[in-house]
């Protein structure tokens, strides 16, 4: 076996064990233009899309909410999730913006994604979010 995936296996472990619980929602892929025809313009949506919604474990950090306005705060997370989990329930594609996350009580936009890997297996996501009360 790999290292990449003797690795990957032990963050899913670790993760499993002492993550939280978090759901990660996507909408799902929009419809080509109508004046493409039939040209695939987002391969990687066409051919996977993930499911609507996704419960998994990870962990969260850096949870600082600013006031933004009144009663109104945002804040930015970090997010670390295991391709592994994810993939047993079906999504095979890192998060990325436009998804959304819900932790803590709170749902938080996906900025970006940070996909560690080694060997070629993808090991561990690191995700920027945003997002308040």
Known sequence: MSLG?????????????DGEL?????EP????PPDQGSLTWNA??????PPARAESRGTVQGWRP???VGDAYQGEIEVRLSPLLLAELGWEAAPRRGMTILARGHRFAVQSCDT???????????????GGR
Do not use: N
Request: hydrophobic share 50%; no cysteine.
């Open 116 to 130: 560690r890997a080694l060997g070629g297996v993808a090991v561990l996501h690191i995700v920027q979010a945003k």
């Open 22 to 26: 978090l759901a990660l929602e996507a």
């Open 66 to 68: 600013d006031r933004i």
């Open 44 to 49: 990687q949506a066409a051919a996977a899309p």
């Open 5 to 17: 995936r003797t690795l990957a296996r032990e963050v899913a472990r670790d993760l499993r064990r």
């Open 29 to 32: 892929a929009p419809p080509p």
